[in-house]
């Protein structure tokens, strides 16, 4: 480490006239040290760093890394992404709940079969020997499956190859100004154009058109000698109170508005949406400020000066132009709290009316009666005849004889097939209701006799209790809604009274009626479900305590699916029989006319004067 001093004084400390002496050659050039090493300790070689450093009295700028218009497009999408994300996994959930419920119910009728099978089988081999024995290595399996070719094609494809300019590169001697045309290049010398025949003539003087046409020479301002030395003023930093996150956020939803302060405050004490929609002002309520970060906002502005109040950043000046707005928090809510109200009343109505709408197809549809008593659409039972599926248990003990029949056999009448597997029991039902019941079967005005199955399950879906639940908390939102209106109409002064006190008073009023009719609809509702569910004597599950719609509208939704799929088909097969007889009763028709036919008489009046106007049409 001493030698290596020792060389470096040595190397700097020397004349460049006089020689070095013997010893300092040696010291420069040892034997042992590499070409690296001396180009490392070469005191003229500079090494490159990078980034370069920056001045002591440079500011770093701190910024956003993206643009407004970038960070809005990347939410939005995020946003349709998620959406779509979320509605297929949903559907895809339904479809599957739906096919395990069908493969469940396929699986237990089939296990069922078979253990009746086994037993009959076992019943059948007591007493009676075993069977022939067989070898175990005998196969019966077929020879190993023929191998499977696969063509396999290939498509080469090559870019056409661009030739070379055909003229050469022509450089002056100082820029020239610009010639704004579309150049065009011949590819191919055999081409009968303008240009491949032109012949350019050549420039006598071009130092003449270069002096005339060359760019000028713009020499650069210079600053007078004061300003050279005048000492810059260092730019004074902007005031920040807010955390990063929390200015950040707010200074993207100030970029993402073209408004004025002056819009949003018209568009919250009148209650208007016109020129501020909803959802911007949600946006403003939910960016607020802050008791603690108002508190710290206000003490800024009164007690700095008017030079430090202007460097204040935007993000924290936007929450103190916001908070100015008379009751901004409060009219906010309540204007909120409307758009989510009639939202609330709507989807509660919709569910109320389809559990209504199913409920009194069930009850008063003629067609649903006679299902309920197990007789297949018998106008009138009096007990003599047997219905469809009576017929079914004749001679059984234990489920002949039936009254009626639990619901949980409707999703598996599918599964009972024809002696020769052809259709099933609901096909044979479908087929026998449009033949025997339906006047207008096989017609645009034949009616599917069941409630639709989307109805039905969405009729499913619904749970009486969410529903109570849900017009409790509307309850008791519109409560505090009707409180931030009286808590406004007291601290606000006259001239910022109306109209929103007129307009959310009447809100209120309007929105406790509909609430009151809401809940007499879902009881109304609940008591349809409950005169159904007696009616058709369906009983709890041993876990529950009452009924659920899930429960009773799922059993007539898989049934439902299955029959209106039967209904379709035999409705085409008897339309389709309908044409092939009416054309045979057109065939008939036809067939049974007999056209005469009568020779003309040559010499009869008529057949003269055809011929005589004939004879003149010809001359």
């Not at 020397?14 to 420069?28: C, I, Q, V, Y």
């Not at 770093?60 to 995020?78: D, F, I, M, N, R």
């Not at 003990?397 to 020769?420: C, H, M, N, Y």
Request: charged fraction near 30%; hydrophobic fraction near 35%; proline fraction near 5%.
């Amino acid at each position: 480490m001493r030698s290596e001093q020792e060389l470096l004084r040595a190397i700097f400390d020397r004349s460049p006239s006089k020689p070095a002496s013997p010893e300092h050659k040696g010291l420069t050039h040892p034997r042992s040290e590499s070409p690296v090493d001396s180009e490392e300790r070469t005191p003229g070689r500079l090494q490159a760093v990078w980034p370069p450093p920056r001045p002591k009295d440079e500011e770093e700028k701190v910024g956003l890394k993206y643009t407004e218009a970038e960070h809005q497009a990347a939410l939005l999408q995020l946003k349709r992404e998620c959406k779509e994300e979320v509605e297929k996994l949903n559907a895809e959930f339904e479809q599957q709940v739906y096919q395990l419920r069908e493969e469940h119910a396929v699986s237990i009728s089939k296990l069922q079969e078979t253990i009746t099978e086994v037993q009959q089988e076992l019943a059948q081999r007591v007493g009676q020997s075993r069977g022939e024995c067989k070898e175990v290595g005998v196969s019966t399996e077929d020879g190993l499956p023929p191998k499977s070719f696969r063509n396999v094609w290939g498509i080469s494809l090559s870019l056409p190859v661009q030739r070379a300019p055909r003229k050469r590169v022509v450089e002056p001697a100082c820029p020239m100004k610009p010639l704004y045309w579309t150049r065009i290049q011949l590819q191919d010398n055999n081409s009968n154009t303008l240009w491949s025949s032109l012949e350019e003539p050549g420039i006598l003087n071009p130092q003449e058109f270069e002096e005339l046409f060359s760019k000028a020479n713009l020499q650069p301002a210079k600053k007078p000698l004061c300003e050279v030395y005048e000492k810059k003023a260092k730019a004074k930093k902007i005031i920040k109170l807010l955390d990063g996150k929390r200015s950040q956020a707010v200074g993207i939803l100030i970029s993402s508005l073209h408004l004025d302060m002056k819009d949003i405050q018209q568009a919250v004490m009148t209650v208007d949406n016109s020129v501020v929609d909803l959802e911007t002002i949600e946006a403003l309520y939910e960016n607020r400020a802050q008791s603690d970060e108002l508190q710290k906002i206000k003490k800024h502005y009164e007690t700095s000066k008017d030079d430090e109040v202007k460097l204040l950043d935007k993000p924290e000046q936007f929450l103190y132009e916001l908070a100015q707005i008379p009751d901004f928090s409060d009219r906010a809510r309540c204007i909120i709290f409307q758009a989510t109200f009639s939202d609330g009343m709507s989807s509660i109505l919709r569910k109320v009316e389809i559990i209504s709408d199913v409920c009194k197809v069930c009850l008063q549809c003629s067609h649903l009666q006679p299902w309920s008593a197990g007789q297949g659409w018998s106008e009138r039972y009096d007990g003599s005849d047997p219905g469809l599926w009576e017929l079914h248990e004749w001679g059984n003990r234990t489920r002949g004889q039936a009254d009626g029949f639990t619901l949980e056999i409707l999703p598996k009448l599918k599964d009972v097939k024809s002696r020769d597997n052809r259709i099933s029991l609901v096909d044979y039902v479908a087929s026998y209701y449009l033949r025997n019941f339906d006047e207008n079967a096989g017609t645009e005005k034949s009616v599917f006799p069941f409630p639709e199955p989307q109805d039905l399950f969405l009729a499913a879906q619904v749970k009486f209790d969410d529903l109570s639940k849900d017009l409790r908390k509307l309850q008791r939102d519109l409560a505090g809604c009707e409180k931030n209106v009286q808590k406004v109409c007291l601290n606000s002064s006259e001239e910022h009274l109306e109209p929103f006190k007129e307009k959310m008073e009447s809100f209120v009023s309007m929105g406790k009626k509909e609430h009151n009719t809401m809940s007499d609809q879902l009881a109304s509702a609940q008591k349809s479900f409950h005169d159904m569910v007696e009616y058709f004597g369906v009983k709890p599950k041993s876990s529950e305590k009452e009924v659920a719609p899930s429960y009773i509208f799922m059993l007539w939704f898989e049934f439902c699916s299955d029959f209106k799929i039967a209904w379709k088909r035999e409705s085409k097969n008897i339309s389709k029989e309908r044409l092939k007889e009416a054309q045979q009763s057109v065939k008939i028709i036809t067939a049974e006319k007999k056209v005469e036919t009568k020779k003309i008489n040559p010499n009869s009046l008529k057949e003269r004067m055809r011929q005589k106007e004939a004879a003149l049409s010809s001359c």
